[in-house]
């Protein structure tokens, strides 16, 4: 039996060592991991766990994150706990297993810590990691801060286990800025939080000989289709499961989390759409806008696959214009964020069409700054009141060189 | 046919309709399979040319069953039986090591009957003279 951890009621951690000790409170059967920055102290952290005893599953040192997955599929499909940590290039390699856990519904938990993709070689962060995964089909959960990382992992479980969906699930951080920043973390005390993750009840366990199981058989034209359909359904319903998990953590901890995460949104005529930590810098730059007399909110979304088509629509429709921000690379074409929310406001009923704007920032953590935010909120109140884009729809911010924009 | 909706989720199939320790113990052929395992459905569509078993010259040696990477050579009672259809995929290995003279095995086209096949079975090759 592992020991358990006596938690202050606050604890100054890092993204990471939160992540850290959510991984440890679920008493997790099998960790595979292969270490690469910044995800690394992820399971350097809990590697010591394990070696202090306060682990009793396995903790499996690979040759590769390939390996830390195929392991971790393994495992899975033999009937345990399973999770692992990595970013960037890890990710990269791990991409063909990510589908194999899928395909099999094995409720693995990743910690994807988002960082750059090479080359040139970047280990700090941006969001190109996230979007190579994004058709894997796997839900990804999206977190701003540490608190975060640590909430989103211990739910993480009740989600990926849940038996409506047993799928595997992503908790994604931004690299460095959640990462190693370290702030203040409220826990659960390792009893509750266990409690509220509970025991892990296997499905079709290959270890259960008696009902022996071929998993990932091979399956044509006659049958291929059907399984991906299947997958498919199970992620685009998973939401009501994320919320329903959302609900019992706010309940537990008083945290409440959403699909949609907005802020100041109600009367708002302009806003900017992010993901990860820019949301906090946005929400900064947005409380400065309204010192200057423009309606600014801003908006972000928990889950982005699956992506909360209709909700994000819903709270967004009225708004007069709005800046969508996409951390990664688009390789010639409008962001991937870009396109999810305008087909999000085109689904929706009654939406009064936003203008809508592009703006790419941040590749390999290029720095995002409240003059850079002040100007985008500059930009958006100028198509509000034009009426139309007054500018090109897709920009580049703080890219050196001639100015770049596109369309 | 199944939907998509129908079957169990993760691409996952069950070989045994139950008891699968118990059939364990049972010889292959006595087992309760399923029709999604990979004993009762065919696993061969790609084969072209199929290996025919010629039981009068077989020395029963078995080498042929001990290199079929897919287990579809038939042996039952320490004969050698002929071929599983079902599952060959007419890799045409198990002709290769078989060591008679002529050889027992032989690969014919997929459609060719096995009756004509073995009405046109090779005869026995003379020792090559250096
Ligand atoms: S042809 Fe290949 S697969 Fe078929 S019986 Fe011979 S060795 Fe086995
Ligand atoms: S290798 Fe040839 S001789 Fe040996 S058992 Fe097979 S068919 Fe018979």
């Not at chain 1, 992010?274 to 900064?284: F, I, P």
Request: charged share 20%; hydrophobic share 40%; with cysteine.
């Amino acid at each position: 039996m592992a020991s358990a951890v006596e938690l202050q009621e606050i604890e100054v951690w890092d993204g990471n060592m939160a992540a850290s000790h959510a991984l440890r409170q679920a008493q997790i059967d099998v960790v595979a991991a292969y270490p690469i920055t910044p995800s690394t102290p992820i399971v350097q952290n809990y590697g010591s766990f394990v070696s202090n005893g306060y682990v009793d599953g396995e903790f499996v040192m690979v040759e590769s994150e390939h390996a830390a997955m195929s392991a971790c599929v393994g495992a899975a499909a033999a009937g345990g706990r399973v999770a692992t940590a990595t970013s960037s290039q890890g990710f990269a390699l791990m991409v063909e297993v990510l589908y194999q856990a899928s395909g099999m519904r094995l409720p693995i938990v990743l910690n994807l810590v988002n960082r750059a993709l090479a080359s040139p070689l970047n280990i700090h962060g941006d969001h190109s990691d996230m979007y190579l995964g994004r058709d894997a089909g796997w839900i990804n959960l999206c977190t701003c801060n540490p608190q975060e990382a640590y909430d989103f992992n211990l739910m993480a479980f009740r989600i990926a286990e849940d038996m409506e969906v047993r799928i595997p699930t992503i908790v994604n951080q931004d690299g460095f800025l959640s990462s190693h920043t370290a702030q203040n973390v409220r826990p659960l005390s390792d009893e509750v939080a266990y409690k509220f993750i509970g025991d892990y009840q296997s499905k079709n366990s290959l270890l259960d000989f008696n009902k022996p199981a071929t998993y990932g058989a091979q399956a044509e034209e006659d049958w291929h289709f059907e399984h991906k359909a299947q997958l498919h359904s199970a992620l685009m319903h998973s939401s009501r499961v994320i919320e329903k998990v959302f609900g019992e953590f706010a309940k537990l901890t008083g945290r409440k989390y959403n699909l949609i995460e907005t802020y100041d949104i109600e009367d708002a005529e302009v806003a900017v759409f992010a993901l990860g930590t820019t949301v906090e810098s946005a929400r900064v730059a947005a409380k400065n806008a309204r010192k200057r007399g423009i309606k600014a909110g801003v908006a972000t979304i928990r889950s982005f696959r699956p992506f909360p088509y209709a909700e994000l629509g819903n709270a967004l429709k009225n708004l007069k214009a709005i800046a969508i921000m996409d951390k990664s690379l688009p390789a010639g074409a409008m962001g991937a964020l870009f396109n999810e929310v305008g087909t999000s406001l085109y689904q929706v009923k009654d939406s009064k069409h936003p203008i809508l704007s592009n703006y790419i920032y941040g590749l390999g953590e290029r720095d995002l700054t409240q003059v850079d935010l002040e100007n985008i909120f500059k930009e958006l109140q100028e198509n509000a009141q034009a009426g139309k884009l007054t500018h090109p729809t897709q920009q580049f911010i703080g890219l050196r060189g001639p100015k770049l924009s596109f369309c | 046919m199944k939907g998509w909706n129908d079957f169990e989720i993760g691409a996952i199939l069950f070989p045994f309709a139950n008891n699968g320790e118990e059939a364990l113990e049972s010889h292959n052929n006595e087992r309760d399979y399923t029709p999604e395992s990979s004993f009762k459905a065919s696993v061969a569509h790609w084969r072209v040319e199929k290996p025919v078993h010629n039981s009068e010259i077989c020395i029963n040696c078995f080498n042929c069953w001990v290199y079929c990477p897919d287990a579809a050579i038939l042996a039952r009672d320490e004969k050698l039986r002929g071929v599983d259809y079902v599952h060959c995929k007419g890799c045409g290995i198990c002709v290769d090591v078989c060591p008679t003279n002529p050889k027992s095995l032989l690969m014919f086209s997929d459609h060719e009957d096995n009756q004509n096949a073995l009405k046109n079975w090779p005869q026995k090759e003379e020792k090559k003279k250096n």
